[in-house]
């Protein structure tokens, strides 16, 4: 068992939100943002944050009213962490025929109950994958990721023909939603128009002439690189 696995879960779910909270993992979260990403109360919070401060080595920075940030323990044990999940992701959708929006809740319980040893199998099974099925990067084993040169749907310009990279996220019903218009990492859309009244955005879907317009709350989501 590494040091990592000796973290209580809370711990580690309190890590892993902080990276996913903050720019590129480098910058700060609020305490606000934390309680509402774990769905506890902010107090709790507070309590969690002054305990990872002041762990050996200490795994945040944490400044009252001044948000929180990993130090570089806090960053590499949630990397780790993040890695097994999005390794779990992917098996059970390319291995166990999982679709793509039933396996955030599964990674989440099966994450904490395989031990990074089992997860570095599991990468070795599945090729060293850079993605997983929502396009997320995975971690590579040294807990680099890999680049992506990508821009929000929602930027893209009329006439431009785009390829879907990566989805920012893992509500069931917006990812079948999603899946039914057969917009899903590798998918190529085509920008008919843009309404900059109510922001919408006209597009098709690879060989389908199918008009769809997609609101602003989605477009921004969806992550994506020009061709």
Same mark, same amino acid.
């Given at each position: 068992?590494?040091q990592?696995? *000796?973290?209580?879960?809370?711990?580690?779910? #309190?890590?892993?939100?902080? #990276?996913?909270?903050?720019?590129?993992?480098?910058?700060?979260?609020?305490?606000?943002?934390?309680? @509402?990403?774990?769905?506890?109360?902010?107090?709790?919070?507070?309590?969690?944050?002054?305990?990872?401060?002041?762990?050996?080595?200490?795994?945040?920075? #944490?400044?009252?009213?001044?948000?929180?940030?990993?130090?570089?323990a806090?960053?590499?044990?949630?990397?780790?962490?993040? /890695?097994?999940?999005?390794?779990?992701?992917?098996?059970?959708?390319?291995?166990?025929?999982?679709?793509?929006?039933?396996?955030h809740?599964?990674?989440?319980?099966?994450? *904490?109950?395989?031990?990074?040893?089992?997860?570095?199998?599991?990468?070795?099974?599945?090729?060293e %994958? @850079?993605?997983d099925?929502?396009?997320?990067?995975?971690?590579?084993?040294?807990? *680099?990721?890999?680049?992506?040169?990508t821009?929000?749907?929602?930027?893209?310009r009329?006439?431009?023909?785009?390829?879907?990279?990566?989805?920012?996220?893992?509500? %069931?019903?917006?990812?079948r939603?999603?899946?039914?218009?057969?917009?899903? %990492?590798?998918?190529?859309?085509s920008?008919l128009?843009?309404?900059?009244?109510d /922001?919408?955005?006209?597009?098709?879907?690879?060989?389908?002439?199918?008009?769809?317009v997609?609101?602003?709350?989605?477009?921004?989501l969806l992550?994506?690189?020009t061709?």
């Amino acid at each position: 068992m590494t040091q990592d696995e *000796h973290l209580s879960e809370a711990i580690q779910d #309190y890590l892993k939100a902080i #990276y996913e909270l903050s720019p590129m993992g480098g910058g700060s979260t609020s305490t606000n943002q934390l309680a @509402d990403r774990l769905s506890v109360a902010p107090a709790s919070v507070t309590g969690m944050l002054k305990r990872l401060a002041t762990m050996d080595p200490p795994l945040i920075d #944490y400044q009252k009213h001044r948000g929180v940030q990993l130090t570089d323990a806090g960053k590499q044990v949630s990397l780790r962490i993040i /890695r097994k999940h999005r390794l779990i992701e992917l098996f059970l959708v390319q291995t166990l025929g999982y679709s793509w929006d039933e396996v955030h809740e599964e990674a989440e319980r099966l994450e *904490h109950a395989v031990s990074f040893r089992f997860s570095e199998r599991l990468a070795r099974f599945l090729g060293e %994958p @850079d993605f997983d099925p929502h396009g997320d990067p995975i971690p590579n084993r040294d807990l *680099h990721l890999p680049a992506m040169q990508t821009i929000p749907l929602s930027e893209a310009r009329e006439g431009q023909q785009v390829k879907v990279r990566r989805v920012l996220s893992s509500d %069931p019903a917006l990812l079948r939603y999603l899946g039914k218009l057969g917009i899903r %990492p590798g998918a190529r859309l085509s920008v008919l128009s843009r309404v900059p009244f109510d /922001r919408t955005i006209h597009i098709t879907v690879e060989d389908d002439e199918t008009e769809r317009v997609l609101g602003s709350e989605i477009s921004v989501l969806l992550q994506v690189e020009t061709l």
